[in-house]
Nanobody, 120 residues
């Protein structure tokens, strides 16, 4: 089945940490740029972090720089988002996105999202 599936969300106190995972299947993971987006209630979906096919280029939203780290394991077909020093404003549904850079397969895929809630 061609899909990306997020996991690892939950409720955490301000200052805490979470690690999100996105497991890919059914396509050539190493040919895809992987990104994490988030959408808070009443707001537009925004890019959080992006990593190129071999991890050679990484971009972060200014709001998460120095706190979040994106990484990927092409042997496990998984991309991660390590989130530290979490703030209430990080509360959102976090989505994994795959975008094909080369080769064959679907042009883009979205996961179903995982809820992250930062609250005391």
């Amino acid at each position: 089945q061609v899909q990306v599936v997020e996991s690892g969300g939950g409720l955490v106190q301000p200052g805490g940490s979470l690690r999100l995972s996105c497991a890919a299947s059914g396509f050539t993971f190493s040919a895809y740029v992987m990104s994490w987006y988030r959408q808070a209630p009443g707001k537009e979906r925004e890019l959080v972090a992006r990593i190129t096919t071999a991890g050679e280029l990484i971009n972060y939203a200014d709001s998460v720089k120095g706190r979040f780290t994106i990484s990927r394991d092409n042997n496990k077909n998984t991309v991660y988002l390590e989130m530290n020093s979490l703030k209430p404003e990080d509360t959102a549904v976090y989505y994994c996105n795959a975008r094909r850079l080369y080769g064959l397969g679907p042009q883009a895929l979205w996961g179903q999202g995982t809820q992250v809630t930062v609250s005391s």
